[in-house]
């Protein structure tokens, strides 16, 4: 079975703008990022506690924690031991969702710095596994982990850490997914769908760009979660999570509909691939 999850406040910023959107396109797991302009790294336990009550209330579950953790630089002023409480806050939250994964970086300013970066990211893990929880790294420009070349060093050099695949995040890093997607699919803990177009760097729905989210479908054995993020349109918090322009080639009235558009675009290659929705996700 495929399921679907998303990162829902593309849709809105409100706890009940997201858990309404997750209704609406019948997606029942949540990648938590912002609640309320909060971000996740931001949020006490306090309200971790009272937000993860809304949501069991609302029949949603927390599938992973879309930390900000690990995008920070490694410049001069990084104290990595003054850091780590940052990861276990994190941690702890996760524990209180009742998320055993929390999706997480390699650091900004690192290339050359790879020692620094595999010695981190095994600390962090350690902290984590401590707690029951798994770090999926993502794939994200200008991070350390940005190119197969680079996630492949990770997944030698850092033992217990997984990762997640972004389509769009590879190809604006000059990555060619017919190359990616043999390399990594397998081993992947789950998928973001995000795509774009490679020569205008657009982002656009899934399927419409170069990310090859057709074969990444054809090629799930088993069972799978997807996790929209198709940055379809500019939405609250997007600047603290990116300092880049986001191009857009499809616009929309607002970002219900541009969320709304994505999950159809995604459901609609499920379809085309055989998948029929029941009983929360996708059988063939």
């Avoid at 990084?78 to 970086?105: S, T």
Wanted: glycine letters at 8%; a negative charge.
């Amino acid at each position: 079975m495929i399921r679907l999850c998303a990162f829902a406040d593309e849709a809105g910023s409100s706890l009940q703008a997201q858990i309404d959107a997750l209704h609406r396109n019948g997606i029942g797991l949540l990648e938590i990022r912002t609640v309320d302009s909060v971000n996740i790294g931001d949020m006490t336990l306090e309200r971790a506690e009272e937000v993860a009550a809304i949501l069991k209330e609302n029949n949603l579950k927390v599938w992973s924690l879309g930390s900000p953790m690990g995008k920070v630089s490694l410049d001069e002023d990084f104290n990595f031991e003054e850091y780590l409480p940052k990861v276990e806050h994190m941690c702890k939250l996760a524990n209180i969702f009742g998320a055993d994964k929390i999706r997480m970086f390699s650091f900004f300013d690192a290339y050359d710095k790879k020692e620094q970066v595999f010695a981190y990211l095994k600390r962090m893990v350690e902290v984590a596994t401590k707690y029951g929880v798994k770090l999926c790294h993502e794939n994200e420009k200008k991070v350390y982990g940005d190119t197969l070349e680079r996630v492949q060093e990770l997944m030698t050099n850092v033992p217990g850490l997984k990762f997640v695949y972004d389509p769009a995040n590879y190809i604006q890093c000059g990555e060619d997914p017919k190359v990616t997607l043999p390399a990594l699919h397998s081993k992947m803990e789950y998928f973001h769908i995000k795509d774009t177009d490679a020569k205008t760097e657009e982002l656009v729905p899934a399927g419409v760009g170069d990310g090859d989210i057709p074969k990444l479908i054809e090629m799930i054995e088993g069972d799978q979660v997807l996790t929209l993020e198709p940055h379809l349109a500019i939405f609250d918090g997007y600047a603290t999570i990116d300092d880049e322009e986001m191009k857009n080639r499809f616009h929309f009235e607002n970002n219900d509909e541009a969320f709304d558009y994505a999950v159809n675009a995604l459901k609609g290659l499920l379809a085309d691939q055989g998948y029929k929705e029941m009983n929360g996700g996708f059988v063939k």
